[in-house]
């Protein structure tokens, strides 16, 4: 069981790690994007983004990504942070293909309306203000780690 590393052609590297004794796998990918790398004036487009590619394959399959994913046990979910943004599939090994299908739709075209977009962006809106709420102790370690950043 070791960690092992294939570059593909476009020099991206892939890291997998087998466990024979886990009946169920993670999938993840990795961005390099958040806060450090944007603007002033950019600044929350990765967080949005992360949003918007979920949303879109929902929208891509007339609503019927999260049926799926609860029919199939899976977990499908996105985060974002200062310096990459994470999107990550899980569950048991015996619906991988399905998982891997519907993983692969987050390099889909975006496709959203003006609406959905709005929404989208009122959600985020909402999430920037429950972090900025200056009481949390999660607020208060970030402030303190990320001082004087972006």
Known sequence: MKEQCVITESGIPVYSYVNPYLHSFCLCLYVKA???????????????????????????????????????????????????????ISGAQAHWQEAVELFCRLFDPICLSEREIAIERKRIKAEIRECDNPVTIARKTEVKVWKETS
């Not at 949003?51 to 029919?71: E, K, Q, T, V």
């Open 34 to 88: 958040g806060a450090i790398y944007e603007s002033e004036s950019e600044n929350g487009i990765t967080h949005f983004f992360e949003h918007l590619a979920i949303r879109n394959i929902d929208c891509a399959m007339n609503g019927g990504l999260y049926p799926l994913l609860d029919r199939l046990g899976l977990s499908l979910g996105g985060a974002t942070y200062k310096e990459f943004v994470q999107f990550s």
